[in-house]
Nanobody, 120 residues
Framework: QVQLVESGGGLVQAGGSLRLSCAAS????????MAWYRQAPERQRELVAA???????TYADSVKGRFTIARDNAKNSVSLTMNSLTPEDTAVYYC??????????????WGQGTQVTVSS
């Protein structure tokens, strides 16, 4: 059974930092592209960052230079380190395990989400 469990969300002031973690189980983590998505109220879910099995990363333009995605295959975990946070980063953040036969974000598994709130 595939499971993704996020942690690390919370309330932080603008300019602050948070580190989100996702614990994965039930699939071959080391061969799977992992990603973080976020969804703000009345907005579509959007890709924040992704990391392939070999370590190549992709970031949304809005978070480049501020957020860092990383993976630890020995621990079956993926993290998102968020620096210089702004109120525009406020959203529910979701961990995603990509399907090997479908485009990123269109299939695969999703965590339950963790709330990140950035105050001004």
């Amino acid at each position: 059974q595939v499971q993704l469990v996020e942690s690390g969300g919370g309330l932080v002031q603008a300019g602050g930092s948070l580190r989100l973690s996702c614990a994965a189980s039930g699939f071959i983590f080391s061969k799977t592209t992992m990603a973080w998505y976020r969804q703000a109220p009345e907005r579509q879910r959007e890709l924040v960052a992704a990391i392939r099995s070999g370590g190549a990363t992709t970031y949304a333009d809005s978070v480049k230079g501020r957020f860092t995605i990383a993976r630890d295959n020995a621990k079956n975990s993926v993290s998102l380190t968020m620096n210089s946070l702004t109120p525009e980063d406020t959203a529910v953040y979701y961990c995603h395990a990509a399907s090997m036969i479908a485009p990123l974000g269109t299939s695969g598994a999703w965590g339950q989400g963790t709330q990140v709130t950035v105050s001004s």
